[in-house]
T-cell receptor, first 113, second 110 residues
Framework: KAGVTQTPRYLIKTRGQQVTLSCSPI?????VSWYQQTPGQGLQFLFE???????NKGNFPGRFSGRQFSNSRSEMNVSTLELGDSALYLC????????????FGSGTRLTVV | GQQVMQIPQYQHVQEGEDFTTYCNSS?????IQWYKQRPGGHPVFLIQ?????EVKKQKRLTFQFGEAKKNSSLHITATQTTDVGTYFC??????????FGKGTRLSVIA
């Protein structure tokens, strides 16, 4: 099975711009979650989607949004980028609910300048 | 909201020494998961504990879930250089999302 695929791997954006990150989960995995990883804050939860429905949302401003498509692929969007949004954005998928472990993608490294 | 605290933040050991990281939750968890992230890599799922007092072993790694389901530990016996990385615990309760601790970064000196 192919793993979780995230594109792009690296991204450099200017403050004020917007960005869209993409995630293709493992085939058959309907649950997709997004995490932001920074050295100071660790892994912080952004969203969780299951069968195109947002099940949970983390404590991030409204500039962060996401969605999941019928094929389970997911995107997250960050508008009006700030310097503090520079981070590694990780997507993770799992077969079902809480009793399954996550398989993470390699992440998208976003740098805002 | 739910918080998961993990200590220590860093641990440096000589190869062959043991290593333990501890995880504490502010609320009772339905399960706890452990992940390992190698430098420059992404988190990789190691194991999940569900039952109160559960102990699971994977070769030199021993995972425990507390009786109250609010704490957990990971113990590595006789560390090797391949054990280098950051170990994260992550807990979930009810319908809440998986909340990660900040991790323990393990360095192994050969």
């Amino acid at each position: 099975k192919a793993g979780v695929t995230q594109t792009p791997r690296y991204l450099i954006k200017t403050r004020g711009q917007q960005v869209t990150l993409s995630c293709s989960p493992i085939s058959g995995h309907r649950s997709v979650s997004w995490y932001q990883q920074t050295p100071g804050q660790g892994l912080q939860f952004l969203f969780e989607y299951f069968s195109e429905t947002q099940r949970n949302k983390g404590n991030f401003p409204g500039r962060f949004s996401g969605r999941q498509f019928s094929n389970s692929r997911s995107e997250m969007n960050v508008s009006t980028l700030e310097l503090g949004d520079s981070a590694l954005y990780l997507c993770a998928s799992r077969e079902g609910g809480q009793n399954y472990g996550y398989t993470f993608g390699s992440g998208t490294r976003l740098t805002v300048v | 909201g739910q918080q998961v605290m993990q200590i220590p933040q860093y641990q440096h050991v000589q190869e062959g020494e043991d290593f333990t990281t501890y995880c504490n939750s502010s609320t009772t968890l339905s399960n706890i998961q452990w992940y390992k992230q190698r430098p420059g890599g992404h988190p990789v799922f190691l194991i999940q504990l569900v039952k109160s007092g559960e102990v699971k072993k994977q070769k030199r790694l021993t995972f425990q879930f507390g009786e109250a389901k609010k704490n957990s530990s990971l113990h590595i016996t006789a560390t090797q250089t391949t054990d280098v990385g950051t170990y994260f615990c992550a807990g979930a309760g009810g319908n809440t999302p998986l909340v990660f601790g900040k991790g323990t970064r393990l360095s192994v000196i050969a």
